[in-house]
């Protein structure tokens, strides 16, 4: 992350870098880097053209979940299996070779 923001390869370029470090758990030291008070939790560094986060999987999904759940409260929306390869069909059935087209119509 700081090589890329260092480089002057990368300097004059409109260009924002987001990196992410996710593991399984954390230690000491990125636990308390990705709670500064000044910062979301999670993000350890930020400059004019990077940032820096630090997640456990654990949190990368219930992130998720309670998008979703938002989402669903919100739109009352629930995907099921069914709506979302109609979806899938609707969309992207032009893309595909006749032979698949054949078997999903």
Same mark, same amino acid.
């Given at each position: ?16 870098? #987001? ?5 399984? &758990?954390?230690?000491? !030291?990125? /636990?308390? +880097? %990705? ?30 979940? #309670? ?5 669903? &409260?919100?739109?009352? !929306?629930? /995907?099921? +299996? %069914? ?23």
């Amino acid at each position: 992350m700081l090589a890329i923001s260092g480089d002057e390869r990368f300097s004059n370029t409109n260009t924002f870098w #987001s990196f992410w470090l996710v593991s399984n &758990e954390m230690d000491k !030291y990125a /636990a308390e +880097k %990705a709670c500064q008070t000044e910062r979301p939790h999670g993000n350890f560094y930020k400059s004019k053209s990077c940032e820096g986060w630090v997640k456990t999987w654990a949190q990368i999904l219930e992130d998720c979940r #309670s998008r979703l759940q938002f989402f669903q &409260e919100k739109l009352g !929306y629930s /995907a099921d +299996k %069914a709506s979302g390869l109609d979806y899938l069909k609707n969309t992207y059935l032009k893309y595909l070779p006749a032979q698949l087209k054949k078997d999903l119509v």
